[in-house]
Nanobody
Framework: HVQLVESGGGSVQAGGSLRLSCAAS????????MGWFRQAPGKEREGGAA????????SYADSVQGRLTISQDKDKNILYLQMNNLKPEDTAMYYC?????????????????????WGHGTQVTVS
């Protein structure tokens, strides 16, 4: 049974930083592609960052490039999202997800339909 639990969200001022964590159980993080997605009120869910199996490659949406960094701790089976220079438009519920099919990017790694399992999310509010 795959379970993903996000933590680390909160309220920060513009320009601040947060680090989100996603603890996984029921499978090994490093075996598949994983991603961080976000959904703001009234908007569609969008992909923010993705990481390949073994962290060999990462991918970012243009809107977060240079400010967000995705990484993973293989030993602890935890996925991270370091968020720097946060902006009010980053306010959203953030979700981690695992693509339980692909270990390498397919070109659709920031598309939510490619991901099989999702956490319940952690709220980030930037003012």
């Amino acid at each position: 049974h795959v379970q993903l639990v996000e933590s680390g969200g909160g309220s920060v001022q513009a320009g601040g930083s947060l680090r989100l964590s996603c603890a996984a159980s029921g499978y090994t993080h490093s075996s598949y592609c994983m991603g961080w997605f976000r959904q703001a009120p009234g908007k569609e869910r969008e992909g923010g960052a993705a990481i390949e199996s073994g962290a060999s490659r990462t991918s970012y949406a243009d809107s977060v490039q240079g400010r967000l960094t995705i990484s993973q701790d293989k030993d602890k089976n935890i996925l991270y999202l370091q968020m720097n220079n946060l902006k009010p438009e980053d306010t959203a519920m953030y979700y981690c997800a695992v693509d339980h099919v692909h270990a390498r990017f397919t070109g659709d790694e920031l598309k939510d339909w490619q991901y099989s399992y999702w956490g319940h999310g952690t709220q980030v509010t930037v003012s």
